[in-house]
């Protein structure tokens, strides 16, 4: 079967159905020309108007006895911190009665954090939440931060 597909396709090439000196014209595609005079659609018209302002920023949080679990020192090792997010700076502060300190910014009206805690690397989509940090090649660990009810 596969002998009498290369005949077919050696046949094909012989006997003058393709020439192998065919030159590709490029016509400008389908954007090239102007059929019926028509408008030009190229510019997406005028500017969407003036800018939103500034970036959402942080929100302020004090929190003094927040309910603290530690899986950075130890496992499920339980605590109290205080949290500070201070605005406008939106800088966080966090010490924990379990040993671990993180500092760094807060993002956003939920306060997503980015920062390190024992100079380990760390992020939170917010804050009070769960903080995850790098802790080495291929492992993490995390600091749940309870706000309270």
Not at 29 to 47: L, M
Not at 93 to 122: E, K, L, Q, R, V
Request: proline content about 5%; hydrophobic content about 35%.
């Amino acid at each position: 079967m596969r002998v009498a597909i290369l005949a077919v396709f050696a046949l094909c090439a012989c006997a003058g159905f393709t020439q192998g000196n065919e030159q590709l014209k490029f016509d400008g595609g389908p954007g090239a020309t102007n059929p019926g005079n028509s408008p030009d659609a190229s510019d997406a018209g005028i500017d969407g108007g003036a800018d939103a302002g500034q970036d959402a920023g942080c929100t302020a949080l004090m929190l003094s006895a927040a309910g603290v679990i530690d899986n950075c020192i130890g496992t499920d090792v339980l605590g109290t911190a205080s949290v500070n997010v201070t605005v406008p700076s939106c800088s966080v502060s966090i010490t924990s009665t379990t040993g671990t300190a993180c500092n760094g910014f807060a993002d956003g009206g939920h306060d997503a954090f980015d920062g390190g805690c024992n100079s380990m690397p760390c992020t939170s989509a917010s804050l009070p939440g769960t903080i995850v940090c790098v802790s080495g090649a291929m492992s993490s660990c995390t600091i749940v931060v309870d706000g309270g009810p």
